[in-house]
């Protein structure tokens, strides 16, 4: 056979396969971004006039454990918070698999119909105990991540989850700061991370499944009871007399939980966020509910009892990290331990020892 016949039943040789990836460009890419780390008023400029590219720079910066970017992304914060506070704040829980990504997708793309900007960001517990993650692995929200007025930022991955949970209590600032008018927060249903969420939204909602039993949807009372507002998703094809039946069901039993400070009674609604169904009623909840507590002031108090929090919080976990990070008490803490193990002194002693030897460390410092 001819092979340097040009017809297409011949193979003909092709050029020689270049590498994947070009090593020396990444490299010098790596060193321009390192050099380039831009100077406070850079930061909040760019945050004021909604530049994604520099406020996701900000948010590494505030997710970053390194003491020089601390105090850096402190100032920009505080200086974003005159800027902040006009959004709305939404919490989003439920099982892996409810669908909370398909509906925050699906309701994302229809407020920014309506012309608003919007967030999100999210409160992944996995993340923090084991490198995996149920939030993050898959593709994600990828119609939404594509549009202009969509800002989507996945869990800040390390330290504890109250270490995470401030990161992202203060990511809000910066987005409120950038102009996007709805915040929401995802979180997923195993416990701890509700709270969490919870105390840095003005609306807390719960997905659930129709049908499923509450048992089986993991789904603990108290989180229930913290729910302003509870979906039915995958109301579509045979589930829709089970999502109904479920509504229903809730709505009675809502009745039976004790009152909320707010005034408000938990709104249970149903919808198909694959099929984008049902969102219109979900909205229209969120804004009546956003309007009830404007009107008796609950959303000005939930706000302030928030920030009083997470000031506690902070206070709480810095004098935590400040105590175990020492290198003095670091020595001292498994003697100490083996004492009270041994029987040779009580916890409580122990622990006021530790104490003691605490602050004379620091004093000896000044
Ligand atoms: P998440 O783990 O809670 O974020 O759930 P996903 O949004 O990833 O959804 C889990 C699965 O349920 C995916 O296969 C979705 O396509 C599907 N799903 C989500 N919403 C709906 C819905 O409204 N109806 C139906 N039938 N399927 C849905």
């Known amino acids: 056979m001819d092979k340097n016949k040009k017809e297409s039943l011949f193979v003909n040789d092709g050029i020689e396969k270049p590498e994947m990836i070009n090593n020396k460009a990444i490299d010098s890419y790596k060193k ?21 590219t520099i406020l996701g720079k900000a948010i590494t910066l505030v997710e970053s454990t390194l ?19 006009n959004s709305i704040r939404i919490g989003i829980t439920g099982v892996p698999g409810v669908g909370k990504s398909t509906f925050i997708e699906a309701l994302g793309k229809y407020l920014i119909k309506q012309g608003k900007k919007i967030a999100v960001l999210a409160i992944d517990p996995s993340s923090t105990i084991s490198k995996g993650s149920i939030l993050g692995d898959k593709t994600r929200m990828e119609e939404l991540s594509a549009m202009q007025m969509a800002f989507i930022r996945p869990s800040p991955s390390a330290g504890s989850l ?10 809000i600032v910066l987005c409120e700061a950038a102009g996007y008018d709805i915040i929401f927060i995802e979180t997923v249903g195993v416990g701890q991370s509700e709270i969490a969420v919870h105390s840095m939204v003005d609306f807390f909602l719960l997905l659930m499944l129709g049908g499923a039993g509450d048992e089986l949807q993991g789904i603990k009372r108290g989180i229930m009871e913290m729910a ?7 109301a579509d094809a045979d589930n829709i007399k089970q ?12 009745h039976y939980f004790p009152p909320s400070p707010s005034d408000w009674i938990t709104k249970v609604d149903t919808c198909s966020a694959i099929e984008e169904k049902g969102l219109d009623n979900v909205w229209e909840t969120i804004e009546n509910y956003v309007s009830h507590t404007k009107n008796n002031n609950y959303f000005n108090i939930r706000r302030k009892e928030q920030s009083k929090y997470w000031m506690y919080e902070t206070i709480n976990s810095e004098l935590k990290s400040l105590f175990y990070d020492n290198k003095f008490i670091k020595s001292k803490l498994k003697i100490e331990e083996e004492r009270v193990l041994k029987e040779e002194k009580t916890p409580f002693l122990a622990a006021y020892d530790m104490i003691n030897m605490f602050f004379n460390e620091i004093n000896k410092k000044k």
């Open 32 to 52: 321009l971004n390192r050099n380039k780390e831009l100077p406070e008023d850079e930061f909040i400029k760019g945050i004021l006039s909604g530049n994604r």
């Open 67 to 85: 003491p020089k970017h601390h105090d850096l992304a402190q100032r920009i914060i505080n200086s974003c918070l005159k800027h902040s506070g």
């Open 162 to 171: 109250g270490g995470v949970a401030m990161k992202t209590r203060e990511t």
């Open 228 to 234: 302003d507002g509870i979906i039915i998703n995958k």
């Open 243 to 254: 999502a109904t039946r479920a509504q229903a069901q809730l709505s009675n039993a809502i």
